[in-house]
């Protein structure tokens, strides 16, 4: 595998089903990164991981739960979740920080997450 | 508030032509600038970009320009391919010396279709 890879692509899942989604970098990046993608709106950052430590967190709902166990995987824990929670869930990772030209994300694919 | 704004949800450009991509922004401590392209189904790739010291930087057959007075961004595709076509995200990115590092601020995208 190579680049950045997500799991599920497809999730339909019940506003009372617990469910998770995994991420994997396969480019020795030190940050990671979670992105909603919702119809029509910009790219909303969720969370950042940086050496496995959360970062940054834009005020994202505790019913979406990151976990990052290694530089390399990221996971986003999903409970009771709402329709208009039904989004592009996109993982990013990069190198971390500097003023360097290299701070690029590099994509997944994506989850295509539907709550019915 | 959105400090990235791509006001074109879409553009149509003969093949050959010139496709230019447009991109304001509102906050003046974006010091990285940066062009994402994203065809269905993937995710966003990156493109090219430009530092806010400069107003010019060309890859190829994508130049990205830079008018920091006026806020504003433009990619300019010459001469364009059918295999061009896809939705075009700008980017900007602040720095922080805290330990959060940088954060990126996405437009909504300008989905480019170039007819053969």
């Known amino acids: 595998e190579t680049g950045v890879t997500q799991t599920p692509r497809h999730l339909v899942m019940g506003m009372t089903n617990k469910k998770s989604l995994k991420c994997e970098q396969h480019?020795?990046?030190?940050?990671m990164y979670w992105y909603k993608q919702s119809a029509k709106k910009p790219l909303e950052l969720m969370f950042v991981?940086?050496?496995?430590?959360?970062?940054e967190n834009n005020s994202v709902p505790s019913r979406f739960s990151p976990e990052c166990p290694n530089s390399s995987h990221l996971f986003l824990h999903l409970h009771t979740l709402q329709p208009e929670d039904s989004a592009l869930y996109l993982c990013?990772?990069?190198?971390?920080?500097?003023?360097?030209?290299?701070?690029?994300?590099?994509f997944g694919p994506g989850t295509r997450l539907t709550v019915l | 508030d959105q400090q990235v704004k791509q006001n074109s949800p879409s553009l149509s450009v003969q093949e050959g032509r010139i496709s230019i991509l447009n991109c304001d922004y509102t906050n003046s401590m974006f010091d990285y600038f940066l062009w994402y392209k994203k065809y269905p189904a993937e995710g966003p790739t990156f493109l090219i970009s430009i530092s806010s010291i400069k107003d010019k930087n060309e890859d190829g057959r994508f130049t990205v320009f830079l008018n920091k007075s006026a806020k504003h961004l433009s990619l300019h595709i010459v001469p364009s391919q059918p295999g061009d076509s896809a939705v075009y995200f700008c980017?900007?990115?602040?720095?922080?010396?805290?330990?959060?590092?940088?954060?990126?601020?996405f437009g909504t995208g300008t989905s480019l279709t170039v007819i053969p």
């Open positions: 991981y940086s050496l496995e430590e959360r970062v």
């Open positions: 980017a900007a990115r602040t720095f922080k010396l805290s330990n959060t590092g940088n954060q990126f601020y």
């Open positions: 990013a990772s990069s190198q971390w920080g500097g003023r360097g030209p290299y701070n690029e994300q590099f």
């Open positions: 480019l020795g990046h030190n940050a």
